[in-house]
């Protein structure tokens, strides 16, 4: 059985003349990760919504068909204990930084003091995640005085801190440059390592074809397709429903358009660059 | 913020009845050489906490300059005065102002001492976390808590935004009238943004078990020692000596 | 003349703490110039610099020959329009259309030239079929895309874009391109700083190479991609074609997809 399991769902929000997602069936296995992509407003940030539980605890609105999580509706979890078991990483840094607490330590201790964890713990807990993100030196400084690429990783360790067994984040990196995305999508690959279901929102798409094993398509807010990444990801009629592919798959085809088809599925540019080689076969001799 | 000061040690709550204690007692002193010594008491007692200097210059910002203000009017302008000290230009100093201003003066400066005292020997995050474990709800914590730490980023926020509507050509620097037109354009993003962050910081919160049935642990915990039942048996027999002098002279 | 001169540009804050040293540099007016580099690197406050929101601590910033420092920003705005990088800082009016005619009322244009600008800016912004709506209902992205609007409506000589790609899907990439070039043609200056290679490579043809408070080289693409030291310098990653050209020894002078394509073609060597 899946792990999380969408049944028939749609859901519109309130005042809104429409559904953001309609009739949506997805099954997500454990220790998988999916990037979920689609263009902006079909649907990928109501899925994450949905998954965690936000609908409908925290939106109203008109939500058919049902989620389940491990074996069991979402409904029936206690919402406010669901927080240990499904992480919550979203868009906008700032508004991650709780304002509870006055440095980068306690910000990050913060959920597992409600989640009743004794002092000594928390504070090991802290450290190991701390360091892990990158971001010991940063322990005693206000969180809102960091840039945002830091508050990021800031609230990457406050949800990685409470060792949840599923992971949702939506687009974590439209706001921050390469450098940070890059160490955002380190601590992302870190938790797959350590076997964590991941459901992520991303519109770069070279950074999805490397990193995540399966892939989920909105248009809409109907579920396109899903499934692994090579077979997804070559789809070029996907551009249609203003999905971006990855480079690789742009020149694949410009080339087949040209008669001259690449063998395979290659997403990324180490998987086309051993193909290419190959078939022009001059390459790096003659020039 | 001393580190081992006895008195700055002390639970918040103990502290905070002494200030309470103080405000009543300044409200009760009959003269102005009681409210005086009330006064001298409280430097004192925030000599001893250590923060004589961060309490008298915020006691002459605020209360000080009140007083001063409340001196010179009542000094000048007090009605149906009988004694006049001295007369000069149209003006004449009047006796019984002196002392009005003198008595409630002093008694300003002795209940807005007492909190200013209270919140120099006090961090806020201790004095809410205080409050919480004696009842109040971890949503009115959060609510405190949170806002002293976001005014002086919303400080900041509103200088982004009203450089972003300078460069589109709002004039902001001038006049008055220039600058009250800078008021909405500036204002509503700040407002609005606010509002929209509080929605994704309920989230948040929500996704850090905020809402959790659990009982929640401190990490910088804050417990009442026993020097804090020695202070307030200390701070209620005075009390209730005071009072009982109080009311002795009274009946006198 | 050129529209922007920088001379010898030093900005620091008062506390001492620079931000950008000895800056020379001229735009020639038309130009469209990418600014690369890392957070930190000094774009910001390059670009803020322009249109008079930070005046330099020394040397002279001229805008279409005029010394910043004696205009206030207001002013400097009829010149240069600034979009900032988060919408929401900009946008305060109840509807699309009120906040794009905003700018052009400032400029205290008449009624019909405002609604002509206006009407122009969010036809190649693609916000016809949205003057009503409430910019916050609508997405993140698509918000900016209205305080690029809003900006353009000024028509104003140049236009500061800074990080515009952010958050935007295929659509949003495609249009700001297809504004990219309605600018060109119109003869506006466009700088825009972007962190984003594959956009810049695909629709800049000059650029701006800064680091550490420094402007380290300008240059067309090619010459910025085939600078090993520059790239490493900067910190910067080459767009796709540019790094896969590199491994297969195609050369370093290719900086599209396009361009790879048609050399893999016409290679001779790409067996069918």
């Known amino acids: 059985?899946?792990?999380?399991?969408?049944?028939?769902?749609?859901?519109?929000?309130?005042?809104?003349?429409?559904?953001?997602?309609?009739?949506?069936?997805?099954?997500?296995?454990?220790?998988?990760?999916?990037?979920?992509?689609?263009?902006?407003?079909?649907?990928?940030?109501?899925?994450?919504?949905?998954?965690?539980?936000?609908?409908?605890?925290?939106?109203?609105?008109?939500?058919?068909?049902?989620?389940?999580?491990?074996?069991?509706?979402?409904?029936?979890?206690?919402?406010?204990?669901?927080?240990?078991?499904?992480?919550?990483?979203?868009?906008?840094?700032?508004?991650?930084?709780?304002?509870?607490?006055?440095?980068?330590?306690?910000?990050?201790a913060y959920g597992l003091e409600n989640m009743g964890l004794p002092v000594c713990q928390i504070r090991e807990r802290v450290n190991s995640v701390m360091e892990t993100t990158g971001i010991a030196d940063l322990k005693d400084k206000n969180p809102f005085e960091l840039s945002g690429g830091q508050q990021q990783r800031v609230a990457f360790a406050s949800v990685l801190v409470l060792e949840p067994d599923v992971f949702v984040i939506d687009e974590p990196t439209s706001q921050l440059d390469p450098r940070e995305t890059k160490r955002v999508f380190d601590i992302i690959d870190g938790m797959k390592a350590m076997g964590k279901t991941i459901i992520l929102v991303?519109?770069?798409?070279?950074?999805?074809?490397?990193?995540?094993?399966?892939?989920?398509?909105?248009?809409?807010?109907?579920?396109?397709?899903?499934?692994?990444?090579?077979?997804?990801?070559?789809?070029?009629?996907?551009?249609?429903?203003?999905?971006?592919?990855?480079?690789?798959?742009?020149?694949?085809?410009?080339?087949?358009?040209?008669?001259?088809?690449?063998?395979g599925n290659p997403i990324t540019l180490s998987e086309i660059l051993p193909l290419l080689s190959k078939q022009i076969g001059f390459a790096g001799k003659e020039g | 913020m001393p580190g081992h000061n006895v008195i700055a040690n002390l639970y918040p709550l103990t502290k905070f009845y002494m200030a309470v204690v103080l405000m009543a007692v300044s409200f009760m002193l009959p003269g102005i050489a009681s409210k005086l010594i009330c006064f001298l008491f409280i430097n004192a007692l925030a000599a001893a906490s250590g923060v004589w200097s961060v309490f008298i210059r915020r006691e002459l910002e605020t209360v000080g300059v009140l007083f001063l203000i409340l001196f010179v009017i009542q000094t000048l302008f007090y009605?149906?005065?009988?004694?006049?000290?001295?007369?000069?230009?149209?003006?004449?100093?009047?006796?019984?102002?002196?002392?009005?201003?003198?008595?409630?003066?002093?008694?300003?400066?002795?209940?807005?001492?007492?909190?200013?005292?209270?919140?120099?020997?006090?961090?806020?995050?201790?004095?809410?976390?205080?409050?919480?474990?004696?009842?109040?709800?971890?949503?009115?914590?959060?609510?405190?808590?949170?806002?002293?730490?976001?005014?002086?980023?919303?400080?900041?926020?509103?200088?982004?935004?009203?450089?972003?509507?300078?460069?589109?050509?709002?004039?902001?620097?001038?006049?008055?009238?220039?600058?009250?037109?800078?008021?909405?354009?500036?204002?509503?993003?700040?407002?609005?943004?606010?509002?929209?962050?509080?929605?994704?910081?309920?989230?948040?919160?929500?996704?850090?078990?905020?809402?959790?049935?659990?009982?929640?642990?401190?990490?910088?915990?804050?417990?009442?020692?026993?020097?804090?039942?020695?202070?307030?048996?200390?701070?209620?027999?005075?009390?209730?000596?005071?009072?009982?002098?109080?009311?002795?002279?009274?009946?006198? | 003349m050129p529209i922007i001169e920088f001379r010898n540009v030093t900005f620091a804050y008062p506390n001492g703490y620079s931000a950008v040293e000895n800056l020379s540099f001229s735009v020639e007016a038309g130009a469209r110039i990418a600014?690369?580099?890392?957070?930190?690197?000094?774009?910001?406050?390059?670009?803020?610099?322009?249109?008079?929101?930070?005046?330099?601590?020394?040397?002279?910033?001229l805008i279409d020959g005029e010394d910043t420092r004696e205009h206030t920003t207001a002013q400097m705005s009829k010149i240069a329009g600034y979009v900032f990088q988060n919408p929401d800082d900009q946008i305060f009016h109840n509807t699309v259309g009120e906040e794009i005619a905003f700018g052009p009322k400032m400029l205290k244009l008449d009624a019909d030239t405002v609604e002509e600008q206006s009407k122009w800016a969010a036809t190649i912004c693609g916000l016809d079929g949205q003057m009503e709506e409430n910019p916050y209902d609508l997405p993140l992205?698509?918000?900016?895309?209205?305080?690029?609007?809003?900006?353009?409506?000024?028509?104003?000589?140049?236009?500061?874009?800074?990080?515009?790609?952010?958050?935007?899907?295929?659509?949003?990439?495609?249009?700001?391109?297809?504004?990219?070039e309605e600018l060109?043609?119109?003869?506006?200056?466009?700088?825009?700083?972007?962190?984003?290679?594959?956009?810049?490579?695909?629709?800049?043809?000059?650029?701006?190479?800064m680091a550490h408070k420094k402007l380290l080289r300008t240059g067309t693409a090619k010459e910025i991609f085939q600078d090993q030291a520059l790239l490493d310098e900067s910190m910067l990653e080459r767009p796709f074609a540019s790094e896969l050209a590199l491994q297969l020894g195609l050369g370093a002078d290719i900086c599209t997809r396009e361009e790879l394509a048609k050399r893999l073609l016409a290679g001779g060597g790409m067996k069918p």
């Open chain 1, 202 to 263: 991303e519109h770069k798409m070279e950074l999805v074809a490397r990193y995540c094993d399966e892939v989920i398509v909105l248009s809409n807010g109907k579920l396109v397709c899903t499934g692994e990444k090579h077979d997804i990801l070559s789809r070029v009629e996907l551009l249609d429903d203003g999905v971006m592919l990855p480079q690789a798959v742009l020149l694949a085809d410009t080339l087949r358009k040209q008669g001259r088809p690449i063998q």
């Open chain 3, 35 to 61: 600014i690369l580099g890392q957070n930190g690197a000094g774009k910001t406050t390059t670009v803020k610099m322009m249109d008079g929101l930070l005046r330099p601590s020394s040397g002279k910033v």
């Open chain 2, 79 to 252: 009605p149906d005065a009988r004694r006049i000290l001295f007369t000069f230009w149209i003006f004449s100093v009047k006796y019984e102002g002196i002392m009005f201003a003198l008595n409630l003066g002093l008694m300003l400066l002795c209940a807005g001492g007492s909190l200013i005292w209270f919140f120099a020997v006090t961090k806020q995050k201790d004095f809410v976390l205080s409050l919480e474990k004696a009842g109040m709800s971890p949503k009115a914590s959060y609510v405190v808590l949170s806002t002293l730490q976001i005014v002086p980023v919303l400080r900041r926020k509103s200088k982004t935004i009203m450089n972003a509507q300078r460069a589109r050509g709002v004039e902001t620097e001038g006049g008055v009238l220039t600058r009250a037109k800078v008021f909405l354009p500036t204002m509503i993003p700040l407002v609005l943004s606010s509002i929209a962050g509080t929605e994704e910081r309920a989230l948040t919160l929500e996704a850090r078990g905020f809402s959790s049935s659990r009982t929640p642990t401190h990490l910088e915990d804050i417990k009442a020692t026993p020097a804090d039942k020695v202070a307030v048996i200390l701070i209620t027999v005075a009390f209730v000596a005071l009072i009982a002098g109080r009311m002795a002279l009274w009946l006198i």
């Open chain 3, 184 to 209: 060109t043609n119109r003869g506006v200056t466009v700088i825009t700083i972007t962190h984003d290679m594959q956009f810049a490579a695909e629709h800049f043809s000059t650029f701006f190479v």
């Open chain 3, 141 to 180: 992205s698509a918000r900016k895309i209205v305080t690029i609007a809003s900006v353009l409506a000024m028509r104003t000589r140049i236009v500061i874009l800074d990080e515009p790609t952010a958050g935007q899907d295929y659509r949003g990439l495609n249009r700001l391109g297809a504004i990219l």
């Open chain 1, 1 to 108: 059985m899946a792990y999380i399991e969408l049944k028939d769902v749609t859901y519109t929000y309130p005042l809104a003349d429409r559904p953001s997602l309609s009739h949506v069936d997805l099954k997500i296995e454990k220790g998988r990760f999916y990037a979920v992509i689609g263009a902006n407003g079909s649907g990928k940030t109501t899925l994450c919504n949905l998954i965690r539980g936000f609908i409908p605890e925290f939106y109203q609105g008109e939500l058919l068909g049902e989620v389940i999580f491990d074996g069991k509706p979402l409904s029936e979890y206690d919402s406010g204990d669901l927080a240990w078991r499904i992480g919550y990483i979203f868009q906008n840094p700032f508004n991650q930084i709780t304002g509870a607490r006055d440095t980068v330590f306690a910000e990050i």
